[in-house]
């Protein structure tokens, strides 16, 4: 009898810090406030890496501004595969995935020929698949992971995405800056 108090008090205590670890891992978002919804398309998208910000734009005006998570080692730019940057320059929208692991995203054309020559001329794989993307499906709706934790992608909330989703298209151009 006493080892099973002394397991189920182990598993209490197992259970309290996963919690509370997960309290800081994660946070809740709240709705987003009360905005004009956005009208027509937006021609370009700026995301500032060292602000951990982007900007939806149009026609030269900031349509939204969005706080980001980057790849989990975010300085400088994206060289090769599992490097955790997040890459730099001008790209565009490429994909558009609504059943990806994440909720929704929106793939961006990296690497460029200027990328797969260093990656050919260094003999390694320049990486791929980045994308601006919300939060992993396995989460719940509303649930942000804190930090920077993707493998070189854009992250933001789910309900920013479904905004950003639905106000961009394959002519999008998308500015990483440092």
Request: hydrophobic letters at 40%; proline letters at 7%.
């Amino acid at each position: 009898m006493r080892g099973l108090a002394r397991l189920f008090s182990a598993f209490t205590l197992l259970t309290l810090l996963l919690s509370a670890g997960a309290l800081f891992y994660f946070r809740s978002t709240p709705p987003l406030p009360d905005l004009p919804p956005i009208i027509g398309t937006a021609d370009r998208i700026i995301v500032d890496k060292s602000a951990r910000q982007m900007a939806l734009m149009q026609n030269g005006r900031t349509l939204r501004t969005y706080q980001i998570a980057l790849g989990f080692a975010p300085t400088g730019d994206k060289t090769r595969q599992g490097d955790g940057r997040t890459p730099e320059g001008l790209f565009r929208i490429a994909v558009r995935n609504d059943a990806s692991k994440y909720h929704l995203s929106l793939g961006l054309d990296y690497p460029q020929p200027q990328d797969r020559a260093r990656a050919a001329a260094g003999g390694y794989d320049p990486g791929g698949d980045i994308m601006i993307h919300g939060q992993p499906n396995a989460l719940p709706d509303g649930t942000v992971i804190k930090g920077d934790w993707t493998a070189g992608c854009i992250a933001v909330s789910n309900a920013e995405m479904r905004e950003i989703w639905a106000s961009t298209d394959g002519d999008t151009i998308v500015e990483v800056r440092p």
